[in-house]
Nanobody, 128 residues
Framework: QVHLVEFGGGSVQAGASLSLGCVAS????????VGWFRQAPGEELEFVAC????????HFGDSVRGRFAISRDNAKNTVYLQMNNLEAEDTAVYYC?????????????????????WGQGTQVTVSS
């Protein structure tokens, strides 16, 4: 089972950019579709982004599309989330997720229950 650890969270002003990373251990990340969810205080988990195991397919949540980008570096066993033009509403704990995917599939996934590995989360705070 892959183990995920996020890094790069912090506090920024609205309009700024921030990059999150997630490094995997225990298995080869190239076998997994990977993504990000977030959870604001008192709110449910929200899908942010997902990229397929090859990197060819990706999908974003409506609230971040056009501002966030997801990428992966399989050689480094790492997935990144580049967040631009941050808004106060982006304040949340961000979780890295992964789902092992057959090598004939380039699917991406959108719901929390579809992912079987989760990081511990990293806090992002955006002040207006």
């Amino acid at each position: 089972q892959v183990h995920l650890v996020e890094f790069g969270g912090g506090s920024v002003q609205a309009g700024a950019s921030l990059s999150l990373g997630c490094v995997a251990s225990g298995d080869t990340l190239s076998k997994y579709a990977v993504g990000w969810f977030r959870q604001a205080p008192g709110e449910e988990l929200e899908f942010v982004a997902c990229v397929s195991r090859s990197g060819a397919s990706e999908h974003f949540g409506d609230s971040v599309r056009g501002r966030f980008a997801i990428s992966r570096d399989n050689a480094k066993n790492t997935v990144y989330l580049q967040m631009n033009n941050l808004e106060a509403e982006d304040t949340a704990v961000y979780y890295c997720v992964a789902r092992e995917t057959p090598n004939y599939s380039d699917s991406f996934y959108l719901t929390p229950t579809e992912f079987d590995a989760w990081g511990q989360g990293t806090q992002v705070t955006v002040s207006s």
